[in-house]
């Protein structure tokens, strides 16, 4: 089974519904749905959608051959949202962790499946000030919380998406220029230290220990071009599901957004 994860920074954009702009070159093209196609995933993942699923055209708002489980931002429009496409109908799936002030910005799709139960998640940014980095670290408290409650059924659990945080300083080109930004935060890298010793998988590091790998880099300054990125983006899996992981790589030459595509293959 093959899994993708992407933030794709509007999909109205992505999908050529809205005229994509680089440089002076306009683009309705349909990115997305002809990346779905090459690629053909069972499941693909997308983050800051920043969009309603009615803003979306109907024609635009299912790949063929997908079902598809939205969550969207109640606090405000054009703001957050996620979107789970799948080829397989879930057994179950919900878009709540049961906490208002988080639930209302739409950063959460759950879907249950026979062999694990998987997460959508756009963790929160906390680059607009203190505020901000203490929601984030109040969301990933409560979202494990939750995780935690559904793992203890027994199921596999795969938590993807847009962490908004790099790890360690290999998951980042310049970590010590950014010691003190949110994103590389002590307080911010310690939540993830806190979700390995609960026993989740950085699944890309099973495969690569490399530095220079990336998902995420700045639209200023030729930072793509000269790879000055970091790693956000992650597929975690619970402990006791790392014998199916088969593959975890990312997809940096795949453009549309200032995030890459990143893979997680299963056996299920």
Same mark, same amino acid.
């Given at each position: 089974?093959?899994?993708?994860?992407?933030?794709?920074?509007?999909?109205?954009?992505?999908?050529?519904?809205?005229?994509?702009? /680089?440089?002076?070159?306009?683009?309705?093209?349909?990115?997305?749905?002809?990346?779905?196609?090459?690629?053909?995933?069972?499941?693909?993942?997308?983050?800051?959608?920043?969009?309603?699923?009615?803003?979306?055209?109907?024609?635009?708002?299912?790949?063929?051959?997908? %079902?598809?489980?939205?969550?969207?931002?109640?606090?405000?429009?054009?703001?957050?949202?996620?979107?789970? &496409?799948?080829?397989?109908?879930? #057994?179950?799936?919900?878009?709540?962790?049961?906490?208002?002030?988080?639930?209302?910005?739409?950063?959460?799709?759950?879907?249950?499946?026979?062999?694990?139960?998987?997460?959508?998640?756009? *963790?929160?940014?906390?680059?607009?000030?203190?505020?901000?980095?203490?929601?984030?670290?109040?969301?990933?408290?409560?979202?494990?919380?939750? %995780?935690?409650?559904?793992?203890?059924?027994? /199921?596999?659990?795969?938590?993807?998406?847009?962490?908004?945080?790099?790890?360690?300083?290999?998951?980042?080109?310049?970590?010590?220029?950014?010691?003190?930004?949110?994103? *590389?935060?002590?307080?911010?890298?310690?939540?993830?230290?806190?979700?390995?010793?609960?026993?989740?998988?950085?699944?890309?590091?099973?495969?690569?220990?490399?530095?220079?790998? &990336?998902?995420?880099?700045?639209?200023?300054?030729?930072?793509?071009?000269?790879? #000055?990125?970091?790693?956000?983006? &992650?597929?975690?899996?619970?402990?006791?599901?790392?014998?199916?992981?088969?593959?975890?790589?990312?997809?940096?030459?795949?453009?549309?957004?200032?995030?890459?595509?990143?893979?997680?293959?299963?056996?299920?």
């Amino acid at each position: 089974m093959k899994i993708i994860s992407w933030n794709i920074n509007g999909i109205r954009s992505l999908l050529g519904q809205n005229p994509s702009r /680089k440089y002076d070159q306009v683009s309705r093209d349909n990115k997305l749905f002809a990346f779905i196609e090459q690629e053909n995933p069972d499941i693909i993942m997308l983050q800051e959608t920043k969009a309603e699923p009615e803003q979306i055209h109907p024609e635009l708002r299912f790949p063929p051959g997908y %079902v598809g489980y939205f969550n969207h931002s109640k606090a405000r429009k054009g703001y957050s949202g996620v979107v789970t &496409y799948s080829k397989i109908e879930a #057994i179950r799936s919900a878009k709540s962790i049961g906490i208002d002030i988080f639930d209302i910005e739409g950063r959460v799709s759950e879907t249950e499946f026979k062999d694990f139960v998987l997460f959508n998640i756009y *963790f929160p940014n906390g680059t607009s000030g203190m505020n901000r980095v203490e929601y984030k670290l109040e969301f990933y408290d409560a979202l494990f919380n939750h %995780v935690e409650r559904v793992r203890a059924t027994g /199921k596999p659990i795969i938590i993807s998406g847009d962490y908004n945080t790099a790890h360690f300083p290999i998951d980042l080109a310049r970590p010590k220029e950014n010691e003190d930004v949110s994103g *590389f935060l002590p307080i911010e890298r310690e939540k993830l230290d806190q979700i390995v010793n609960m026993g989740y998988v950085d699944t890309f590091r099973m495969f690569n220990n490399d530095g220079d790998n &990336y998902t995420w880099w700045s639209q200023r300054g030729r930072a793509r071009e000269n790879n #000055i990125g970091w790693r956000i983006d &992650y597929h975690f899996v619970t402990d006791n599901f790392t014998n199916a992981v088969r593959n975890s790589y990312h997809m940096p030459d795949v453009h549309g957004s200032d995030h890459c595509p990143i893979v997680l293959e299963i056996d299920a």
